[in-house]
């Protein structure tokens, strides 16, 4: 977040069909503390009622606010926060059924200069993910609600020296994970309620790296970094059979240490200047990721779940290698680059065949562990002075699991195996008053997991499938419209304000948004797949001013 006007006093507001949203900055103590807060929110539900009739609740809000002091020449300190919620429902999709989601953070930072040569930023910071879930049909009627809380301190140093610049700190983190819990909306439903078990973590790491001017065409960045992961009770741990059953159990008590991870993570970069306008990039990195989020990738909004390793379930580990190529022509002021890249990964999950993930007290009983690989190449050309700015990104990757027991042990797409992703954003400043750009986006559909068939057995409905995302979902794209009219006498004016007009999705292709079955309630074998788009054309008008 950029930091408050030190000296004077500024607003600005944007009033639009679908979102609005004020910012406020000034000098608390002139030249020595300012403030700067911003919020908005989205009504978009009740533009599109009137569109299309609906009773769609779909909605969002944030707010940033950030102080920042000048206690001296050597002392700054800085005091941030952000939150922000989400909610939607969608009753082509299911008119009993609520999602809403929210973060918040909070980030005391300060900054002390020893020396022209030597500085270092102290941080404090914690952080809350919440989720919810509701239910209202007929007796079931609950409401499912997960969060992940996390405190944190960490201490950075940046050290300059003759052609090195040198880095290195340390930090701890707190984990504390709330997997689930379902309670009972009133009285009238039969839903009992039911919390999973509270899961607590500390994370430790410490890193040196280095930027090293080897000659005045090479440069070196290289570093090392050490992690530990410890989770800590209460809590208990669990022993199964071969066939997934719970057949002994060993309990922790409170702070107790469970069972620690820890690591090394390399990292090597290369770069060397051909001339002032080429150069190649070549580089390596190990790392480790302690979180597994688990998602259910069949139709349906999933309900995903973050998970931290256990006895059961290793840290993820991966290799990546990256080359690159970056030229100049500075006649046109465009930056080309192409970079190539593969990446292995190790400790892999996924879920069984007909897994029982929602509120699963033995989630281990329920997973797959297995590798992967991914790979890619990413071409992008960017202008970014001029009066015609912006870029031209396009990826072409791929990204493949193997993970034994799942899709006969044959690899597969994950749901985030995109193929193609292409961006075009572009800016052109007709005149002084009036301003154009457009953003058109396509990019190829993930995977996800649709039943073959639906049977009946001994009055009980099976689901079959041929093999893990056996469906690919159409390709996504958009193209977007807009133009910015600022009056020329706002130059002679003590402030200043614009109109923007756009047009979201201007050709009306309907990008399948969410892909659900449903079963025919007369005929429980019977099913219909459904996809499922939330608008077309959306035009909004907005006007900004600031003074």
Sequence with gaps: MREGDMNHFHATAN??????????????????????????GSYIGIYLKAIDNTDDKVSFYDLNAKLNWNINNRNHIYLSGYTGADQFLCFALNNKNNLEWGNTTGTLRWNHIFSGKLFSNLTFYGSRYNYKYSIWEDVR????????????????????????????????????????KVAPQDTFSITKEYELDHRRAIELSAYIGNTMHITNSMTADYGLRYTAFINIGAGATYTYSSLGTPIDSTNYSDGEIINTYSGLEPRLSLKYDISHSNSVKLSYAFTKQYM???????????????????????PQESNQIVAGYYHLIESLNLELSAEVYYKTMANLIDYKDNAELFMSKHLATQLLHGKGYSYGLELLAERKRGRLTGWIGYTLARTQYKIDGV?????????????????????????????????????????VTIPDQIYEFNGCTFFDYSCRNNYKVPMYHRLDLSAIYRNPKNDNRKFDSQWMFSL????????????????????????????????????????????
């Design 292 to 314: 597994h989020l688990l998602s259910n990738s069949s139709v349906g909004l999933p309900t995903d779940v973050w998970i931290s390793p256990d006895d059961h379930l290793k």
């Design 141 to 180: 009627r609950f409401n499912w609600t997960a969060q992940i809380q996390e405190f944190g301190v960490k201490y950075d140093l940046s050290h300059h020296l003759v052609g090195n610049n040198l880095k290195y700190g340390l930090a701890a983190i707190y984990h504390h994970f709330e997997p689930g």
């Design 504 to 547: 979201y999705n201007a050709y009306g292709h309907k990008n399948v948004y969410s892909l659900y079955v449903k079963q025919n309630k007369d005929d429980i074998t019977k099913s219909h797949a459904y996809k499922m788009y939330l608008y077309t054309i959306v035009p909004t008008i907005s006007y900004k001013i600031k003074f």
């Design 407 to 447: 899709n006969q042990n044959r690899y597969y797409s994950p749901r985030y195996d995109i193929r193609h992703n292409l961006s075009i954003t572009g800016s052109y400043e007709l005149t002084h008053a009036w301003t154009v750009s457009s953003t058109f986006k396509l990019t190829s559909g993930g995977y």
């Design 15 to 40: 009033l639009g069909l679908t979102a609005s949203g004020v910012t406020l900055e000034g000098p608390i103590s002139r030249g020595k503390a300012s403030f700067i807060v911003s919020g908005r």
